[in-house]
């Protein structure tokens, strides 16, 4: 598992790297979230994961990684939080151990495993938003999609997910995961964030 967040880390890296001066403030499939709101919550979920594995509970970091953590180089901010997640997994012996989330004690290996699914979708909102190659690598897409299949009627609760949509008869892999998390390919979209995130 540390190889396929690894991978899904690096893929939305790459992603991250594409992004254009001005495309910052473009909208995305996630409703109220533009381009910077959306890299600027996947850094903050990689810096949770990294604090997470090194024994810190939730409420030790409280609001600490609150509001925006990209700065003025949103790019080497995001990269600076993909390391510290890559280098806390690898400190980990094992991901058998316990992370102590709000909610209380919970396995590291669901943990990891929740993120990187987060981190697969959320790599075509970003592909779709600033308008590059949508098509997900087909590791990725069936680990997310089997990460996924058990809870996805139960995401829109957390606000960051749409209910999901009926799935067309002998779908390809992606486009069962993005109906699966409330997503379309092809469907127009239109956010009500327009300006920088910074």
Same mark, same amino acid.
């Given at each position: ?117 987060? @981190?697969?979708?959320? $790599?075509?909102?970003?592909? %779709?938003?600033? !308008?590059?190659?949508?098509?997900? *690598?087909? #590791?990725? &897409?069936?680990?997310? @999609?089997?990460?996924? $299949?058990?809870?996805?009627? %139960?995401?829109? !609760?957390?606000?960051?997910?749409? *209910?999901? #949509?009926? &799935? ?31």
């Amino acid at each position: 598992m540390p190889r396929v967040h690894c991978a899904a880390l690096n893929l939305f890296g790459l992603l991250v790297r594409e992004v254009e001066p001005d495309q910052w403030g473009l909208p995305t499939p996630c409703r109220l979230w533009n381009v910077g709101d959306l890299v600027n919550h996947v850094a903050v979920q990689e810096q949770w994961l990294a604090l997470l594995l090194s024994g810190a509970p939730a409420a030790a970091v409280g609001d600490r990684l609150d509001g925006d953590q990209l700065g003025d180089d949103p790019v080497l901010s995001f990269k600076r939080a993909a390391t510290e997640a890559k280098e806390a997994i690898q400190a980990t012996e094992t991901l058998d151990s316990t992370v102590t989330l709000w909610s209380g004690p919970a396995p590291a290996r669901d943990l990891v495993s929740q993120l990187t699914m987060d @981190l697969v979708v959320h $790599s075509w909102d970003l592909a %779709r938003a600033i !308008g590059t190659d949508e098509g997900l *690598p087909a #590791l990725l &897409v069936a680990f997310a @999609l089997w990460e996924v $299949s058990d809870y996805a009627d %139960r995401l829109t !609760g957390s606000g960051l997910f749409d *209910p999901p #949509l009926p &799935v067309p008869e002998g779908p390809g892999w992606q486009t069962r995961l993005l109906a699966l998390t409330g997503r379309q390919a092809g469907t127009p979209f239109t956010g009500t964030r327009t300006e920088p995130v910074r």
